[in-house]
């Protein structure tokens, strides 16, 4: 019998153990971080008195504090020649968060745990992703990409569930949450380190053939899509707004991780087969179609007054991410030169840190001197100027 288009293209080569491997430390990370992540706007606002302000400017200095990791971390694993000791570093600073904000009882201290997380965060991403791009072939790349973050997006499903179960046995004690926080981020750690190998001669090393000056000639190609990913982070901000709007729209504290579950099941049941679509068709239509569901999520949250449309717009900010982040790594990982993969993840991620950065403390400071519509409404008129300017390029690198 013949498949339906849609689902042959899904067919293909296998893709890599490695991807797997890194698929499945992500998810555990992202439970520990989806554990926190969910409670810890409620923490701030409910148990230490801050401001919607005050939450866009600890996301959004969460995010400063790893700018320069990110990059940095990029180009010092093309120096290195290896992927794998910088990403257990970073994934190692992240579990050690997890032991200090249970302890947090000022918003100084919730500062410090984050920043070590986001140390964490940026010291990983770009080596990890160098390590998909090394070990992936050019026509499964989308599929590898997709899936990592599908699975990652499994840990985000799993994460808010967890938080919510343990908020019910635990009393509604979000600090004993966190602790349990740590068991799968040291989890995730674990199997990095002994599930995890680096492929030889994937990433050559480059020795004194290296310098600063040249992890800075990233191509053209490169920064077009750094550009582009720049203006979605920029239009998307911090998803701790989400959780804001959710107590607005009728959740209580304890049930309000459940928006994140759903967030992260259209994210994740869309990701891998979007990837793997791109590699049949590419990735500039797709990557096109996802701004009309973003358009639509800052619509929906910014009228939203009850449940129907505030999970709506969740909805559609999920298939936006399903439809995107998979594909931007995928295109970094087709335009960077083969020695400088590692540089093009650590720039691409810098600028989208210093995009989230300003997006977040923009969107804090026009909830609260705009009201909670104003953060979403200048998120749909960002991501309509880059729907425009997507259709205008018309052609983006794969």
């Not at 555990?28 to 992540?37: A, F, I, N």
């Not at 070990?135 to 990409?145: K, M, N």
Request: charged share 10%.
């Amino acid at each position: 019998m013949r498949l339906p288009g849609f689902l042959t293209a899904l067919r293909g080569p296998a893709v890599p153990r490695t991807v797997w491997m890194l698929g499945f430390v992500s998810l555990l990370m992202d439970v520990s971080s989806e554990m926190v992540q969910t409670l810890l706007p409620l923490y701030l606002v409910s148990g230490l008195g801050a401001s919607a302000l005050t939450v866009g400017f600890v996301e959004g200095i969460s995010a400063a504090v790893a700018t320069a990791t990110k990059f940095l971390s990029g180009a010092l694993a093309d120096r290195m020649g290896r992927n794998k000791p910088l990403a257990v570093l970073g994934y190692g600073l992240g579990a050690v968060s997890r032991l200090i904000l249970p302890l947090a009882a000022s918003v100084d201290l919730v500062l410090a745990s984050k920043a070590i997380d986001r140390v964490g965060k940026g010291l990983r991403g770009a080596p990890r992703d160098a390590l998909i791009a090394s070990v992936s072939p050019p026509e499964i790349r989308g599929a590898s990409f997709g899936l990592r973050k599908s699975l990652d997006t499994v840990g985000g499903f799993l994460g808010p569930l967890i938080a919510v179960a343990a908020m019910l046995l635990l009393g509604g004690h979000i600090l004993s949450v966190f602790w349990l926080a740590a068991i799968p981020a040291f989890l995730a750690v674990a199997l990095l380190i002994f599930g995890v190998q680096e492929p030889k001669g994937a990433t050559p090393a480059l020795g004194s053939a290296f310098s600063f000056r040249d992890s800075l000639r990233l191509n053209r190609a490169v920064w077009t899509v750094v550009g582009f990913g720049c203006l979605l982070t920029l239009a998307r901000f911090s998803e701790a707004f989400l959780l804001l709007k959710a107590l607005e729209s009728g959740f209580s504290p304890v049930w309000a991780p459940l928006a994140m579950v759903l967030l992260h099941a259209a994210y994740g049941l869309t990701a891998y087969p979007v990837g793997r679509l791109s590699d049949r068709i590419g990735r500039e239509g797709l990557l096109i179609w996802s701004l009309p569901f973003l358009i639509g999520a800052h619509l929906a949250l910014a009228w939203a007054e009850g449940l129907g449309l505030y999970l709506l717009g969740v909805a559609l900010w999920g298939l936006h991410m399903g439809f995107s982040q998979g594909l931007l790594g995928a295109m970094i990982a087709g335009a960077a030169p083969e020695k400088l993969k590692g540089t093009a993840f650590g720039a691409f991620n810098l600028v989208t840190s210093l995009a989230l950065l300003g997006g977040s403390v923009a969107a804090g400071w026009l909830w609260e001197s705009r009201g909670s519509a104003a953060p979403f409404q200048v998120g749909a008129c960002l991501a309509s100027g880059a729907l425009l300017f997507a259709v205008a390029r018309r052609r983006f690198p794969g």
